[in-house]
């Protein structure tokens, strides 16, 4: 199963920058390639489009199916690279993330972030766009502490929800709801940047 799917039928527009904020809608506001969200990049100036086959494939320059949403560093990183056809005979590719999982088929994230690769196409995609570079390595170690605590938050909160509306007292209601608004935001902004 893939990532990401296409749920837009876009225009068909002869400068592929006009398809970025259809993009971002397609890629669910994240890179395709290392799944950092824009929230967690502090926006959407961090994010590039990302020819999949390289520009030098000039009939898919301007190809819908042919762009992706992708942070600059991983863009950066995979460019203009593309496989021999020797290469491509051993297996050794880009995991197109429109078309399959490659953190199921081709990667294994291991309990330290790093990504073990499974397949030629998953040794190709992580050493190319640097899938393990250190700060996706931190984000992934981020990303499962969040994945961990969040059942606990979620608890917490739901628990001083109980306690608030059960609460006779107006002042240490009103201390409740405030702290559980503040560990909504917590939930919210940690699902923002690391799961949604």
Not at 103 to 127: I, P, V
Not at 139 to 165: H, I, K, N
Request: hydrophobic content about 30%; proline content about 4%; overall charge negative.
């Amino acid at each position: 199963m893939a990532r990401f799917s296409r749920s837009l039928n876009p225009p068909s527009y002869s400068d592929y920058e006009k398809y970025r904020q259809l993009l971002r809608v397609d890629f669910r506001y994240r890179c395709a390639y290392c799944e950092r969200t824009e929230s967690y990049l502090r926006g959407d100036e961090g994010f590039e489009i990302d020819h999949f086959k390289p520009r030098r494939f000039r009939e898919l320059l301007a190809n819908y199916q042919n762009l992706y949403y992708s942070c600059r560093k991983c863009n950066r990183h995979k460019w203009e690279t593309w496989p021999s056809d020797e290469e491509l005979s051993e297996g050794f590719r880009f995991s197109d993330p429109c078309a399959e999982d490659m953190y199921l088929s081709h990667l294994q994230e291991g309990a330290d972030g790093r990504l073990e690769a499974l397949t030629n196409c998953g040794r190709y995609t992580r050493d190319h766009i640097r899938l393990d570079r250190p700060t996706l390595v931190e984000w992934r170690q981020a990303r499962r502490v969040v994945s961990e605590e969040l059942p606990t938050l979620e608890s917490a909160l739901a628990r001083l929800r109980e306690f608030a509306d059960s609460e006779s007292d107006p002042s240490k209601r009103e201390i409740a709801l405030q702290e559980a608004a503040v560990l909504e935001g917590r939930i919210q902004l940690d699902r923002a940047q690391f799961l949604s």
